[in-house]
Nanobody, 127 residues
Framework: QVQLAESGGGLVQTGDSLRLSCAAS????????MGWFRQAPGKEREFVAG????????YYAEAVKGRFTISRDNAKNTVTLQMNRLKPEDTAVYYC????????????????????WGQGSQVTVSS
């Protein structure tokens, strides 16, 4: 049974940093591209960042480029999202997701392409 478990969310102030982690189990982790998505109240789920199977390729949404960094550790089956200089508009539930279909050095940015999802972790940034 595949499980993705996010941790590290919380309430912070504008300009602060947070580090989200996602622990994966029940899958051959290095065969999956990994992504972070977020969903704010009343909005659709949106792509935040993604990383290819062995971490060579990363993609970021324009809104987070230069502030967020995605990384993975295939030995520990974890993917991390380091979020710096947080803004109130970053407030959302953040989801970790795994994609089996992407090629070795590819990252998909559509939620529909991802096969497995975590339960989500709330990030709230106060102004």
């Amino acid at each position: 049974q595949v499980q993705l478990a996010e941790s590290g969310g919380g309430l912070v102030q504008t300009g602060d940093s947070l580090r989200l982690s996602c622990a994966a189990s029940g899958l051959s982790f290095s065969n999956y591209a990994m992504g972070w998505f977020r969903q704010a109240p009343g909005k659709e789920r949106e792509f935040v960042a993604g990383i290819s199977r062995i971490g060579i390729i990363t993609y970021y949404a324009e809104a987070v480029k230069g502030r967020f960094t995605i990384s993975r550790d295939n030995a520990k089956n974890t993917v991390t999202l380091q979020m710096n200089r947080l803004k109130p508009e970053d407030t959302a539930v953040y989801y970790c997701a795994a994609d089996r279909k992407s090629l070795t050095n590819s990252v998909y940015r559509s939620a529909a392409d991802y096969d497995y999802w975590g339960q989500g972790s709330q990030v709230t940034v106060s102004s």
